[in-house]
């Protein structure tokens, strides 16, 4: 095989964005209930898993890293998402609390990018987030030691199915300490709409002192 077959050419996957446009007279002073507004036309286009976002966060030696996620809520304030406290993602927080949140909606040919700064909600709401999930998830939020070695996937089987058969415990689950939600509590957001010809709309509020302002930025 030469080195050209070993490549992959993908120059020719190209899709024009051509469905909307994004305007400072179509945006809201707030950009989270802009961010709500593009929620929730998200989710009424029907797109599979709207709520999905990668995370981005930075580890001691300065290092990125991204995974995807699920945002639980959207609140005046930020960004809320839940996790083990003590997962990789976890321990970047805890040592770096700016990171990075992007939501890509295809569907849409939209990207809102998002920067801010990620605290710990309360335990009573984590608590109260914790309680309302399926006990499936539950059982498996507690046996799974998120990021760690583990020697097999039986072992992790075997966890789960020890703790769901123990039926007589299942009324006292509680949340662990190790798991519970963040919020990400935005200075930053980008409102990205495709647009054809790669002359994409890009709208940014930037908090400031004074509030947030807002600037076209080119694409
Ligand atoms: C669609 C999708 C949704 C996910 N949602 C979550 C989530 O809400 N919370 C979570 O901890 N991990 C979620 N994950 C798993 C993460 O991507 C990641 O694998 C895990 O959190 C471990 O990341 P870390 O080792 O960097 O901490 C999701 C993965 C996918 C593909």
Redesign the pocket.
């Known amino acids: 095989m030469s080195n050209r077959e070993k490549k992959m050419n993908l120059s020719s996957i190209r899709v024009e964005y051509d469905l909307h446009e994004l305007n400072e007279d179509m945006l809201e002073k707030d950009p989270m209930v802009q961010a709500q507004k593009w929620m929730k036309e998200a989710i009424e286009a029907g797109i599979q898993?709207p709520t999905?976002f990668t995370l981005s966060t930075v580890n001691a030696l300065g290092r990125p890293?991204s995974?995807?996620?699920?945002v639980k809520d959207i609140t005046d304030e930020g960004f809320c998402?839940?996790?083990?406290y003590e997962?990789?993602?976890?321990i970047d927080i805890a040592g770096n609390p700016y990171v990075s949140i992007n939501f890509f909606w295809i569907e849409l040919q939209r990207q809102l990018r998002v920067q801010g700064v990620a605290e710990k909600i309360s335990e009573a709401e984590s608590d109260e987030y914790f309680n309302s999930r399926p006990l499936g998830s539950r059982i498996g939020a507690i046996v799974s030691k998120?990021?760690r070695e583990i020697p097999d996937r039986k072992s992790l089987d075997a966890a789960y199915e020890s703790m769901m058969k123990d039926t007589a415990h299942h009324e006292h689950i509680k949340r662990p300490s190790y798991w519970g939600g963040y919020l990400v509590k935005p200075y930053y957001m980008e409102f990205w709409q495709g647009r054809p010809n790669r002359l994409h709309d890009r709208l940014v509020y930037e908090k400031q002192p004074q509030g947030w302002v807002i600037k076209r930025l080119s694409p």
Do not use: I
């Not at 998402?81 to 083990?84: G, L, M, V």
């Open positions: 898993e999905a890293s995974r995807v996620m699920l998402f839940f996790t083990n997962s990789n993602k976890g998120q990021s």
